[in-house]
Nanobody
């Protein structure tokens, strides 16, 4: 089994930056894909960014050029660098791992407001 813990959320002004972290533990070697999702109040959860075990990345159109997903050297941590944040980026951000099974973190709140 894999356990995921997100951190790094908070309150930031429009145009600002935040870096989210997702720390994985447990059967890390079984993870094939790591994803970041977000869910705003009253809206469905949506996919933000993906990184594969080979290092390939993919982004939702609404974050391309602003967000960057990466992995730490130990590959047990995945980051989401968020720049040029907008109020519409306000949401709870979740980390998701896909291997033989799927795991989710508890989420971290990101609020973009002046």
């Amino acid at each position: 089994q894999v356990q995921l813990v997100e951190s790094g959320g908070g309150l930031v002004q429009p145009g600002g930056s935040l870096r989210l972290s997702c720390a994985a533990s447990g059967s890390i070697s079984s993870i094939n894909i790591m994803r970041w999702y977000r869910q705003a109040p009253g809206k469905q959860r949506e996919l933000v960014a993906t990184i594969t075990s080979g290092g390939s990345t993919n982004y939702a159109d609404f974050v391309k050029g602003r967000f960057t997903v990466s992995r730490g050297n130990a590959k047990s941590t995945v980051y989401l660098q968020m720049n040029s944040l907008k109020p519409e980026d306000t949401a709870v951000y979740y980390c998701n791992s896909i291997g033989p099974g799927s795991a989710w973190g508890q989420g971290t709140q990101v609020t973009v407001s002046s």
